[in-house]
């Protein structure tokens, strides 16, 4: 009897412990899946859409030129989402080796959407704080084509890496926040994980720019 009451405990504490170990995994959030990434040409209704908000006749590129990007990335809420970035053909696999590393390394993007959905507007895509990248306009206060134009630049995490001009003027008021740069969840600077995702693969970054300065914008040669 003592050794049929001893495995009955064994029995019991057993199950107790395979309960608790079920409850443990359904409380435990699910872990996040890998990175992924895919480039293709434009698609008609992507073409349809660009036009004629962010492509037009007489821009610097063609639609032909022009590949969709589409990435993982993480969030600011410690999940995951994939968005489409729209750059040149020519450096489509450069970009995503670079979301690879900021997915890798844990640097959040608040979301990732073409310009058109903010029809072209800078301004707006910005206070949606979208990251972004082919838009055919002219660099800010300036008559020459943006590197944007050509597809060459991404604009990312706008609201925390603001574009601060010499007294600490910026355009947007949730960017007032990020005019002093210190290490915050997204926020571009010297020897962060999202700088270092850009250096890799020799890409210049507006925030080393004299005088005004561009946090959000990272480019292929640095215009």
Known sequence: MAGRATNIAAMRISSGIAIA??????AAPAALGGYRSSIS???P???AAMTPSVWRKGCPVGLDDLRAVRVTH???????????????EDVAPTVARIF??????????????????YKGSDFDSIEADNTSAFNCRKATGSGRWSNHAYGRAIDINPIENPWVEPGGVVYHKASRAFVTRTPRPGVAVEGGAL????DREGWKWGGRWSGTRDYQHFSADGR
Do not use: M, N, W, Y
Not at 21 to 26: E, F
Not at 100 to 117: F, N, W, Y
Not at 195 to 198: E, G
């Open 74 to 88: 993480r969030t600011f809420g410690g999940g995951q989402a994939t968005g489409t970035l729209v750059v040149h």
């Open 21 to 26: 170990a079920v409850a443990l995994a359904a």
């Open 41 to 43: 040409v434009l698609t």
């Open 195 to 198: 700088v270092r995702a850009f």
């Open 45 to 47: 209704a992507e073409r």
């Open 100 to 117: 690879r590393s900021l997915h890798r390394d844990g640097v959040p993007i608040r979301r990732i959407e073409p310009i058109e959905k």
